[in-house]
């Protein structure tokens, strides 16, 4: 299957700072990326999705301004947390497709813990 | 939105039985419908999938139905293996977006 590649795999920041995590599609054009949000031992919850050129779309409950999504190529989306807190600690993951419904393949993710 | 139940949460078989995971979805209109397997600390991974023009799909020892009219599709996997626990999603898709269920913990016991 095709390559999804995120960055870092974990990363530990002081709370009030921000963090960038990156997801690269390596072997195909992603039109859409969509990334999720999962607690221990919980399902992945949809944060938002986010399309090549034009803003992100987000889910009910998830804050913009904190969880900035920028999709500037169609090879890259980035997912920046910004003023990180604690409660923000998470395994971030994203997940990319050609569009339609064809299959999604998910990038390794990012354990992000606030300290 | 779509809304999607799986069960049973956990399910514990002894190595050689089936394993059957359940999943309801609400959306009519949701035509792709993966399964996913996680390990701990790991990106899901694709391990089967049927698209709503199709009742039955096997791949090996995996197989999914899909009952449309009833919005309710089924993993089975058979002659379990040690190597088959994990933690096993399904998922509703429409226009691209997927709704995840619950999750699934496999424990396959030698």
């Known amino acids: 299957g095709a390559v999804v590649s995120q960055h870092p795999s974990r990363v530990i920041c002081k709370s009030g700072t921000s963090v960038k995590i990156e997801c690269r599609s390596l072997d195909f054009q992603a039109t859409t990326m969509f990334w999720y949000r999962q607690f221990p031992k919980q399902s992945l919850m949809l944060m938002a999705t986010s399309n090549e050129g034009s803003k992100a779309t987000y889910e009910q409950g998830v804050e913009k301004d904190k969880f900035l999504i920028n999709h500037a190529s169609l090879t890259l989306s980035t997912l920046t947390v910004t003023s990180a807190h604690p409660e923000d600690s998470s395994f971030y993951i994203c997940?990319?497709?050609?569009?339609?419904?064809?299959?999604?393949?998910f990038g390794q993710g990012t354990r992000l813990t606030v300290v | 939105g779509e809304n999607v139940e799986q069960h049973p949460s956990t399910l514990s078989v002894q190595e050689g039985d089936s394993a059957v995971i359940k999943c309801t979805y609400s959306d009519s209109a949701s035509n792709y419908f993966p399964w996913y397997k996680q390990e701990l600390g790991k990106r899901p991974q694709l391990i089967i999938d049927?698209?709503?023009?199709?009742g039955e799909k096997k791949d090996q020892r995996i197989a999914v139905t899909l009952n449309k009219t009833a919005k309710h599709f089924s993993l089975h996997i058979t002659e379990t293996q040690p190597e088959d626990s994990a933690v096993y999603f399904c998922?509703?898709?429409?226009?691209?977006?997927?709704?995840f269920g619950d999750g699934t913990t496999l424990t396959v016991k030698p």
């Open positions: 049927i698209r709503s023009n199709v």
């Open positions: 997940s990319a497709t050609q569009g339609g419904n064809t299959e999604a393949f």
């Open positions: 998922a509703a898709r429409r226009a691209g977006k997927s709704t």
